[in-house]
């Protein structure tokens, strides 16, 4: 089993709506979660941090946390097509900064 | 935020070659660094860990005497691919967390795009 599960996709959303994606992680002792963008030919860029269970919201983007669930995920309101990119949900375990990657959500978002 | 830089961008080299390539940490200070490689269309893959003033722990299956990391200071870390191959051609990426930062979140370097030819 992997340790960071992701929706490979591609995962296709009509512009104006809500993109969710998803990511499981196997690890129990994960304590810090991390959504990065990355556009192609790109570095990833951090978009959210999460830390404790529950809802936190930046702009358009909320992350979700349950931790008993094992589960992150990254809401995008109002998609728009410049929102098109792959998503990366990326994990750490506490007092250790080395993250875990998922493979990646490809999002495109449809004018 | 914090940012971190990658220099060259890209580069071209021959065969047999060594590449030398810089991340650094322009606003803050980053005792540590990671070393990613990435291929079209494939994930991350975290090939070390660079750390400031001692040696770099390398992940399993990465080759220590090809991919030599030197921390020197708390903004500077170098990864140079010796004797580079065609199949080195890749998009290398570094990260640094910001420990001012309570949460540690990583910023990654823009990346450097090696073509070995």
């Known amino acids: 089993q992997k340790e960071v599960e992701q929706n490979s996709g591609p995962l296709s959303v009509p512009e104006g709506a809500i993109a969710s994606l998803n990511c499981t992680y196997s690890?129990?002792?994960?304590?810090?979660f991390f959504w990065y963008r990355q556009y192609s030919g790109k570095s990833p860029e951090l978009i959210m941090s999460i830390y404790s269970n529950g809802d936190k919201e930046d702009g358009r983007f909320t992350a979700q946390l349950n931790k008993a669930s094992q589960y992150v995920s990254l809401l995008i309101r109002d998609s728009q097509p410049s929102d098109s990119a792959t998503y990366l949900c990326?994990?750490?375990?506490?007092?250790?900064?080395?993250?875990?990657f998922g493979t990646g959500t490809r999002l495109t978002i449809i004018p | 935020g914090a940012v971190v830089s990658q220099h060259p961008s890209w580069v071209i080299c021959k065969s047999g070659t060594s590449v030398k390539i810089e991340c650094r940490s322009l606003?803050?200070?980053?005792?540590?660094m990671f070393w990613y490689r990435q291929f079209p269309k494939q994930s991350l893959m975290l090939m070390a860990t660079?750390?400031?003033?001692?040696?770099?722990?390398?992940e399993q299956g990465v080759e220590k005497d090809k991919f030599l990391i030197n921390h020197a200071s708390l903004t500077l870390s170098t990864l140079t691919v010796t004797s580079a191959h065609p199949e080195d051609s890749s998009f290398y990426i570094c990260?640094?967390?910001?420990?001012?930062?309570?949460?540690?979140?990583?910023?990654f370097g823009p990346g450097t795009r090696l073509t070995v030819t």
């Open positions: 990326a994990v750490a375990i506490f007092g250790n900064e080395k993250l875990t």
């Open positions: 606003d803050f200070q980053a005792t540590t």
């Open positions: 690890d129990r002792v994960s304590q810090s």
């Open positions: 660079s750390n400031e003033g001692s040696k770099a722990t390398y």
């Open positions: 990260s640094a967390p910001n420990r001012a930062e309570i949460s540690y979140e990583q910023y």
